[in-house]
């Protein structure tokens, strides 16, 4: 009697290997590094043992994302320091204002939002995020922001910066995350 067939024939496995590259050359499907002819690079972002675990996990599920739509080429930053000035004094009066009369509450508010702390491990305060970075692109609005570690952020924002150092602008960023 005939052994059972466990495997699909050669032709069909090969049929879908066709298939696959066929998606991975369809920009469609795949835009990431796909554009203009340019070579894209790589970036790789590590998690460090000091850095928030939520807040890292987050900010490279949005990169990720952003990455995978084709979303991020390297850009030079144009920053107005004034949207994040008013976003933190914002969220600063409406949490100051929820503790009313506590002298104490309102102090440790104005002190974690600051951003004046040196930020040398998770929990030392936080930063106005920019969830598409704007070194990838991303536009300097106060819709684009959000809360978020200040170690974690300025470590992730120092990692990205420093393997896009000399790579010109316009390139295609893909992003890689490792060690969380």
Known sequence: ????RTRAARKSVAKGAKIISAIIDNPRFFRAGKGRGIKPKVVTIRFDPKMSKKDFRTKADSLRRLSREGKL?????????????????ATIRKLAGQHRGNRVQQR???QKFSGRTSATRAGDGLDPDHVHELQLGGRDHADNLRWMDAYTNRTIG???AGQLRGVPDGTPVIIRVLGY
């Open 1 to 4: 009697m005939a052994r059972a």
């Open 73 to 89: 080429r390297k850009t030079p930053v144009k920053r107005d320091p004034q949207i994040t000035r008013n976003y933190r004094g």
């Open 108 to 110: 440790r508010i104005a």
């Open 158 to 160: 120092s990692q990205i």
